[in-house]
Nanobody, 116 residues
Framework: QVQLVESGGGLVQAGGSLRLSCAASGNIFSINLRAWYRQAPGKQRELVASISNGGTQRYADSAKGRFTISTDNGKDAVYLQMNGLTPEDTAVYYC??????????WGQGTQVTVSS
């Protein structure tokens, strides 16, 4: 089992920045992908960004150029730096770890609210 705890959400004005953090504990040696998802009210959960063990990063089109995903393998944490936030970024953001063979682990989510 892997436990994930997110932090860093909050209320920010449009154009502002936030840095989300996700701390992992437990059986993390089999983790091969770390990601951030978000879910806005009335919408499906969507992938925001992911990073593989090899460092390959992928971003949703809406996140490209504004968000940056990174890891701190020494502490096994994953971060999401979000700049240029807009009200459309308002959502609950979830940390997700995937392990071999095909296990999915989720954090409890952190609310991000962007005011106009």
């Amino acid at each position: 089992q892997v436990q994930l705890v997110e932090s860093g959400g909050g209320l920010v004005q449009a154009g502002g920045s936030l840095r989300l953090s996700c701390a992992a504990s437990g059986n993390i040696f089999s983790i091969n992908l770390r990601a951030w998802y978000r879910q806005a009210p009335g919408k499906q959960r969507e992938l925001v960004a992911s990073i593989s063990n090899g460092g390959t990063q992928r971003y949703a089109d809406s996140a490209k150029g504004r968000f940056t995903i990174s890891t701190d393998n020494g502490k096994d944490a994953v971060y999401l730096q979000m700049n240029g936030l807009t009200p459309e970024d308002t959502a609950v953001y979830y940390c997700n770890y995937k392990s071999i063979p095909n296990n999915d682990y989720w954090g409890q989510g952190t609310q991000v609210t962007v005011s106009s």
